[in-house]
């Protein structure tokens, strides 16, 4: 329960710095809207980018953006309500990173990707969480 609902909260709450690694050539800039938080690449500084759930608007909204325009595909995703952070990096391709607070996420709209290095702000967080990926609801009662 203390993993999702730090300090007695009545919601799912915690702080990811997200560090850019890699973006895919034909992307000319990545933002990441955690409910008014943005996190920006354009191929420029990698410098660590702060978000906090829930987020200061308290839209509890996700959307992630690609530029410029896709022709033919998706060029973004928007997803809603208290558990939208959460989604959102599971609908991401998660790798383990090199300590208990950190993992990698990539983030693919279309055929187009972009890498992060995603830092949390304790060692006991749910993202990669065993206990969420060994759950399964049984198949009948």
Not at 46 to 73: D, E, F, L, Y
Not at 108 to 120: W, Y
């Amino acid at each position: 329960k203390q993993i999702f609902f730090r300090g007695g909260g009545r919601g799912p709450a915690m702080r990811l710095d997200f560090k850019p690694v890699e973006m895919d050539a034909n992307i000319t800039q990545f933002i990441l809207d955690v409910d008014g938080q943005l996190v920006k690449y354009a191929h420029g500084p990698v410098v660590p980018m702060a978000v906090q759930w829930p987020g200061p608007k308290g839209s509890n909204q996700v959307r992630v953006t690609v530029s410029p325009p896709s022709t033919s595909g998706p060029s973004g995703s928007a997803v809603d309500g208290p558990w939208a952070l959460f989604r959102t990096l599971d609908d991401g391709q998660l790798e383990s990173g090199d300590a208990p607070e950190k993992f990698f996420i990539t983030f693919q709209v279309g055929a187009r990707r972009t890498r992060f290095e995603v830092t949390t702000n304790s060692v006991q967080h749910p993202i990669r969480l065993k206990e969420l990926r060994d759950f399964a609801c049984p198949e009948g009662l």
